[in-house]
């Protein structure tokens, strides 16, 4: 296998295992609370729970100064993290969700591993930069994307059923061994550039730097409307399904199959109009799809939709994220090469996660005074004006995508 496939492999890998728990606890635990009574202003802020991991920006500057010296820095921060992960989501075991005493416990570790997956993704993400120059970077955003549609299909479908049929403990062990596999790719894969010998990075002058970047707070305005736009249209499709009245089967279904055929299709059609039309066209072109899919469901009862027209709905949704995650990739890839890859991505994402997280504790309470049609309708309103901010901060810097 070539050095250029086996590169392609682990971000695959390392996008599966570092998603696949994350998926669990985003898409599938929201369905176990709902299904128990909790309501959708309490679900909602259990999303807190993955502010910490979006702090992950402050040890990047250490990962950065650590591949400057070492050729394999990048797989070794996939690495460490991984094992690390393995035992954090072993020790779920020991807990069970309906235990009031053990509950806290159990958030706790989810915490914990979502920073670790956290620091890992920094490092996919630093080594997809890396690895690939401008014009492959569509095709690593790709395999990428692939790592999180099986994560979907799996974190999202397979453990609900074993949850569903065998409990919590298999369910557990079936996700630590999900977490394990990619630690054999990671220990072999080829490193990401030769070895360099420069000066240490500052950490302080790194996070700064980035700060300093052109035309920084006009795509920050952008990356912020989009991160809540996003995070408040997805928070509540869990309990959404519940709320329709599928069962736990019917939601496992439509989690795996409908998320992880959409993103399927809808990577690969994104990647190409970006060849064909350019990442300005392309990025614009997937923000107003997004907008018009949250106007439509804004537009109708989302939650009287049983039966297959809730599946396309579900199924439309997830197609809308799909197109939107591979140019957006591609995009902040762009934004973050300048020679501090790793600091300036895992900015980039852990300010968009941040964001999609205080959209998704939003959408709870939004879903709880108003209703369904209202989380829509403002992650239609912040998409809308994603497109506008991000059209200024091209106009403004004149960058050339």
Request: proline content about 4%.
């Amino acid at each position: 296998m070539t050095n250029q496939w086996m590169r392609l492999v682990i971000l695959f890998t390392g996008s599966l295992t570092t998603m696949t728990p994350l998926v669990f606890f985003w898409l599938s635990l929201p369905v176990l609370l709902r299904q128990a009574g909790v309501s959708f202003a309490l679900i909602g802020l259990t999303y807190l729970v993955y502010i910490p991991s979006t702090f992950s920006f402050f040890w990047a500057p250490w990962i950065d100064n650590q591949v400057k010296r070492a050729p394999r820095a990048h797989l070794t921060w996939i690495l460490k993290p991984l094992v690390a992960m393995t035992v954090a989501t072993l020790s779920l075991a020991a807990f069970e969700l309906a235990s009031g005493s053990a509950f806290v416990i159990i958030f706790l570790l989810i915490m914990l591993i979502a920073t670790l997956s956290a620091t890992a993704r920094i490092a996919v993400m630093g080594y997809s930069v890396a690895a690939f120059n401008e014009a492959q970077r569509p095709l690593a955003s790709v395999a990428i994307l692939m790592g999180a549609a099986v994560a979907a299909l799996i974190g999202a479908g397979g453990l609900l059923l074993v949850h569903a049929h065998l409990g919590w403990a298999a369910m557990v062990a079936t996700m630590t061994a999900l977490s394990a596999c990619g630690i054999p790719v990671a220990a072999v894969a080829p490193a990401a550039a030769p070895k360099l010998r420069v000066q240490g990075i500052n950490q302080k002058a790194s996070l700064q730097a980035f700060f300093r970047g052109r035309g920084i707070g006009g795509f920050l305005v952008f990356l912020v409307l989009l991160g809540v736009g996003v995070g408040t249209a997805f928070g509540m499709i869990p309990p959404m399904l519940v709320e329709s009245g599928y069962s736990t089967e019917h939601i496992a279904f439509i989690n795996a199959v409908v998320g992880f055929g959409t993103l399927l299709v809808g990577g690969p059609p994104a990647a190409l109009m970006i060849r064909v039309l350019g990442l300005t066209k392309t990025l614009t072109l997937s923000l107003a799809l997004n907008t018009s899919i949250f106007v439509v469901c804004a537009m109708i009862s989302v939650t009287a939709l049983g039966g297959i027209w809730g599946i396309v709905i579900v199924a439309v949704i997830f197609m809308g994220l799909s197109f939107l995650d591979v140019p957006s990739n591609t995009f902040f890839m762009k934004i973050s090469d300048r020679g501090q890859e790793n600091t300036d991505l895992s900015m980039i994402t852990s300010i968009y996660f941040l964001t999609s997280i205080i959209g998704a504790a939003l959408s709870g309470a939004l879903v709880d005074q108003l209703g369904f049609w209202a989380t829509f309708a403002v992650a239609a309103l912040l998409t809308a004006c994603s497109i506008v901010a991000l059209n200024a901060y091209f106009r403004r810097t004149r960058l050339k995508t």
